[in-house]
T-cell receptor, first 113, second 117 residues
Framework: SQKIEQNSEALNIQEGKTATLTCNYT??????LQWYRQDPGRGPVFLLL?????KEKRKERLKVTFDTTLKQSLFHITASQPADSATYLC????????????FGTGTKLQVIP | DTGVSQNPRHKITKRGQNVTFRCDPI?????LYWYRQTLGQGPEFLTY????????KSRLLSDRFSAERPKGSFSTLEIQRTEQGDSAMYLC???????????????FGAGSRLTVL
Protein backbone atom coordinates (compact mmCIF):
# COMPACT_ATOMS: atom_id res chain seq x y z
CA SER A 1 0.00 0.00 0.00
CA GLN A 2 1.06 3.62 -0.50
CA LYS A 3 2.89 5.10 2.44
CA ILE A 4 4.42 8.44 3.27
CA GLU A 5 6.57 8.43 6.37
CA GLN A 6 8.39 10.92 8.52
CA ASN A 7 10.60 10.37 11.50
CA SER A 8 8.12 10.56 14.34
CA GLU A 9 10.84 11.22 16.89
CA ALA A 10 11.35 14.84 17.85
CA LEU A 11 14.39 16.62 16.46
CA ASN A 12 16.28 18.87 18.87
CA ILE A 13 18.77 21.26 17.37
CA GLN A 14 20.91 24.15 18.59
CA GLU A 15 19.98 27.65 17.46
CA GLY A 16 21.94 28.70 14.38
CA LYS A 17 22.42 25.16 13.07
CA THR A 18 20.72 23.64 10.05
CA ALA A 19 17.74 21.41 10.75
CA THR A 20 17.15 18.57 8.29
CA LEU A 21 13.85 16.69 8.23
CA THR A 22 13.21 13.56 6.18
CA CYS A 23 10.15 12.34 4.29
CA ASN A 24 10.07 8.92 2.59
CA TYR A 25 7.39 7.47 0.35
CA THR A 26 6.83 3.88 -0.78
CA UNK A 27 4.81 2.05 -3.40
CA UNK A 28 3.86 5.12 -5.42
CA UNK A 29 5.30 8.10 -7.24
CA UNK A 30 3.85 11.43 -6.17
CA UNK A 31 3.98 14.29 -8.62
CA UNK A 32 4.47 16.83 -5.84
CA LEU A 33 5.77 16.90 -2.31
CA GLN A 34 4.61 19.70 -0.07
CA TRP A 35 5.81 20.84 3.34
CA TYR A 36 3.60 22.46 5.96
CA ARG A 37 4.27 23.87 9.39
CA GLN A 38 1.86 23.22 12.27
CA ASP A 39 1.91 24.96 15.63
CA PRO A 40 0.09 23.43 18.65
CA GLY A 41 -3.67 23.83 18.43
CA ARG A 42 -3.50 25.36 14.95
CA GLY A 43 -4.07 24.19 11.41
CA PRO A 44 -1.10 23.42 9.13
CA VAL A 45 0.36 26.29 7.10
CA PHE A 46 1.83 25.70 3.63
CA LEU A 47 5.54 26.44 3.31
CA LEU A 48 7.01 25.02 0.11
CA LEU A 49 6.38 22.48 -2.62
CA UNK A 50 8.56 20.67 -5.12
CA UNK A 51 7.69 18.79 -8.30
CA UNK A 52 9.07 15.36 -9.15
CA UNK A 53 11.15 16.79 -11.99
CA UNK A 54 12.79 19.36 -9.71
CA LYS A 55 15.81 18.51 -7.62
CA GLU A 56 15.74 21.43 -5.23
CA LYS A 57 13.63 24.46 -4.28
CA ARG A 58 14.54 27.32 -1.97
CA LYS A 59 12.62 30.01 -0.15
CA GLU A 60 14.50 32.27 2.22
CA ARG A 61 16.02 29.98 4.89
CA LEU A 62 14.11 26.94 3.64
CA LYS A 63 15.30 24.37 1.14
CA VAL A 64 13.55 21.21 -0.03
CA THR A 65 14.91 18.41 -2.22
CA PHE A 66 13.16 15.61 -4.11
CA ASP A 67 15.09 12.41 -4.86
CA THR A 68 12.97 10.03 -6.94
CA THR A 69 15.64 7.34 -6.79
CA LEU A 70 15.73 7.26 -3.01
CA LYS A 71 11.98 8.07 -2.88
CA GLN A 72 12.76 10.78 -0.42
CA SER A 73 12.41 14.49 0.26
CA LEU A 74 14.63 16.43 2.62
CA PHE A 75 13.53 19.71 4.21
CA HIS A 76 16.22 22.01 5.51
CA ILE A 77 15.97 25.09 7.71
CA THR A 78 19.25 26.99 7.79
CA ALA A 79 20.30 29.31 10.62
CA SER A 80 17.49 27.85 12.75
CA GLN A 81 15.79 30.02 15.34
CA PRO A 82 13.66 29.17 18.40
CA ALA A 83 10.68 30.57 16.46
CA ASP A 84 11.14 27.69 13.98
CA SER A 85 10.09 25.23 16.70
CA ALA A 86 6.96 23.49 15.43
CA THR A 87 5.78 20.26 13.82
CA TYR A 88 6.59 19.96 10.13
CA LEU A 89 4.34 17.87 7.90
CA CYS A 90 5.25 16.34 4.57
CA UNK A 91 2.41 15.83 2.12
CA UNK A 92 2.23 14.16 -1.29
CA UNK A 93 -0.14 14.80 -4.16
CA UNK A 94 -0.58 13.65 -7.72
CA UNK A 95 -1.59 15.25 -10.97
CA UNK A 96 -5.00 15.67 -12.48
CA UNK A 97 -8.33 15.69 -10.70
CA UNK A 98 -8.39 17.41 -7.37
CA UNK A 99 -5.01 16.24 -6.10
CA UNK A 100 -5.81 15.12 -2.56
CA UNK A 101 -2.84 15.74 -0.26
CA UNK A 102 -1.77 12.74 1.82
CA PHE A 103 0.25 13.60 4.92
CA GLY A 104 2.91 11.91 6.97
CA THR A 105 2.80 11.89 10.76
CA GLY A 106 4.97 15.00 11.05
CA THR A 107 8.27 15.66 12.79
CA LYS A 108 8.43 17.91 15.83
CA LEU A 109 11.36 20.31 15.71
CA GLN A 110 12.67 22.00 18.83
CA VAL A 111 15.30 24.71 18.36
CA ILE A 112 17.22 25.26 21.56
CA PRO A 113 18.53 28.78 22.28
CA ASP B 1 -9.23 37.36 2.27
CA THR B 2 -10.00 36.34 5.85
CA GLY B 3 -8.73 32.80 5.49
CA VAL B 4 -10.58 29.58 6.28
CA SER B 5 -12.90 29.91 9.25
CA GLN B 6 -14.08 26.98 11.38
CA ASN B 7 -16.70 26.90 14.11
CA PRO B 8 -16.90 25.98 16.87
CA ARG B 9 -13.23 25.85 17.84
CA HIS B 10 -13.93 23.46 20.70
CA LYS B 11 -16.81 21.11 21.34
CA ILE B 12 -17.25 18.82 24.32
CA THR B 13 -20.12 16.37 24.08
CA LYS B 14 -21.39 13.20 25.66
CA ARG B 15 -21.22 9.91 23.85
CA GLY B 16 -24.27 9.38 21.70
CA GLN B 17 -24.94 13.04 20.99
CA ASN B 18 -24.81 14.60 17.52
CA VAL B 19 -22.37 17.39 16.68
CA THR B 20 -22.00 19.66 13.67
CA PHE B 21 -18.98 21.63 12.54
CA ARG B 22 -19.00 24.46 10.04
CA CYS B 23 -16.30 25.58 7.63
CA ASP B 24 -16.23 28.81 5.64
CA PRO B 25 -13.54 28.52 2.96
CA ILE B 26 -11.67 31.26 1.13
CA UNK B 27 -14.26 32.66 -1.24
CA UNK B 28 -12.25 32.19 -4.45
CA UNK B 29 -11.49 28.53 -3.68
CA UNK B 30 -13.88 26.03 -5.22
CA UNK B 31 -12.26 22.99 -3.61
CA LEU B 32 -12.93 22.11 0.02
CA TYR B 33 -11.54 19.26 2.12
CA TRP B 34 -12.18 17.80 5.56
CA TYR B 35 -9.39 16.10 7.46
CA ARG B 36 -9.20 14.52 10.90
CA GLN B 37 -6.13 14.71 13.10
CA THR B 38 -5.43 12.89 16.35
CA LEU B 39 -2.57 13.59 18.73
CA GLY B 40 0.82 12.78 17.28
CA GLN B 41 -0.57 11.97 13.84
CA GLY B 42 -0.77 13.82 10.58
CA PRO B 43 -4.08 14.96 9.09
CA GLU B 44 -6.11 12.09 7.61
CA PHE B 45 -8.30 12.77 4.59
CA LEU B 46 -12.05 12.43 5.14
CA THR B 47 -13.82 13.95 2.17
CA TYR B 48 -13.56 16.43 -0.69
CA UNK B 49 -15.95 18.83 -2.45
CA UNK B 50 -15.57 20.61 -5.73
CA UNK B 51 -18.17 23.34 -5.62
CA UNK B 52 -21.26 21.61 -4.19
CA UNK B 53 -20.39 18.12 -5.39
CA UNK B 54 -18.90 15.65 -2.92
CA UNK B 55 -16.44 13.79 -5.12
CA UNK B 56 -14.64 11.47 -2.69
CA LYS B 57 -15.20 10.02 0.74
CA SER B 58 -12.58 8.13 2.73
CA ARG B 59 -13.42 4.78 4.27
CA LEU B 60 -12.74 6.59 7.55
CA LEU B 61 -16.03 8.39 7.00
CA SER B 62 -18.47 5.92 8.52
CA ASP B 63 -22.24 6.06 8.12
CA ARG B 64 -22.41 8.28 11.20
CA PHE B 65 -20.54 11.04 9.37
CA SER B 66 -22.12 13.27 6.77
CA ALA B 67 -20.75 16.32 5.03
CA GLU B 68 -22.52 18.85 2.88
CA ARG B 69 -21.62 21.94 0.93
CA PRO B 70 -24.86 23.56 -0.20
CA LYS B 71 -24.45 26.07 -3.01
CA GLY B 72 -20.71 25.44 -3.08
CA SER B 73 -19.96 27.91 -0.30
CA PHE B 74 -19.67 26.90 3.37
CA SER B 75 -19.57 23.25 4.40
CA THR B 76 -20.84 21.33 7.40
CA LEU B 77 -19.58 18.08 8.88
CA GLU B 78 -22.06 16.26 11.10
CA ILE B 79 -21.24 13.34 13.35
CA GLN B 80 -24.21 11.39 14.64
CA ARG B 81 -24.21 9.21 17.76
CA THR B 82 -20.71 10.27 18.70
CA GLU B 83 -18.27 7.74 20.13
CA GLN B 84 -15.15 8.34 22.22
CA GLY B 85 -13.04 7.34 19.22
CA ASP B 86 -14.38 10.36 17.35
CA SER B 87 -12.40 12.65 19.65
CA ALA B 88 -9.99 14.50 17.38
CA MET B 89 -9.26 17.79 15.67
CA TYR B 90 -11.39 18.23 12.56
CA LEU B 91 -9.62 20.37 10.00
CA CYS B 92 -11.14 22.04 7.00
CA UNK B 93 -9.04 23.23 4.08
CA UNK B 94 -9.75 24.96 0.82
CA UNK B 95 -7.41 24.99 -2.10
CA UNK B 96 -6.08 26.73 -5.13
CA UNK B 97 -3.74 25.65 -7.87
CA UNK B 98 -0.30 27.10 -7.06
CA UNK B 99 0.92 29.43 -9.81
CA UNK B 100 2.61 27.72 -12.71
CA UNK B 101 3.31 24.53 -10.82
CA UNK B 102 -0.15 23.05 -11.22
CA UNK B 103 -0.02 21.69 -7.68
CA UNK B 104 -2.95 21.82 -5.29
CA UNK B 105 -1.98 23.89 -2.23
CA UNK B 106 -4.17 23.66 0.87
CA UNK B 107 -5.11 26.53 3.17
CA PHE B 108 -6.29 25.13 6.49
CA GLY B 109 -8.56 26.56 9.11
CA ALA B 110 -7.61 26.51 12.78
CA GLY B 111 -9.66 23.34 13.30
CA SER B 112 -12.53 22.25 15.51
CA ARG B 113 -11.46 20.13 18.45
CA LEU B 114 -14.00 17.51 19.49
CA THR B 115 -13.92 15.79 22.88
CA VAL B 116 -16.41 12.98 23.41
CA LEU B 117 -16.89 12.03 27.07
Amino acid sequence: SQKIEQNSEALNIQEGKTATLTCNYTNYSPAYLQWYRQDPGRGPVFLLLIRENEKEKRKERLKVTFDTTLKQSLFHITASQPADSATYLCGSSGTGGYQKVTFGTGTKLQVIP
Amino acid sequence: DTGVSQNPRHKITKRGQNVTFRCDPISEHNRLYWYRQTLGQGPEFLTYFQNEAQLEKSRLLSDRFSAERPKGSFSTLEIQRTEQGDSAMYLCASSRIAGNSGANVLTFGAGSRLTVL
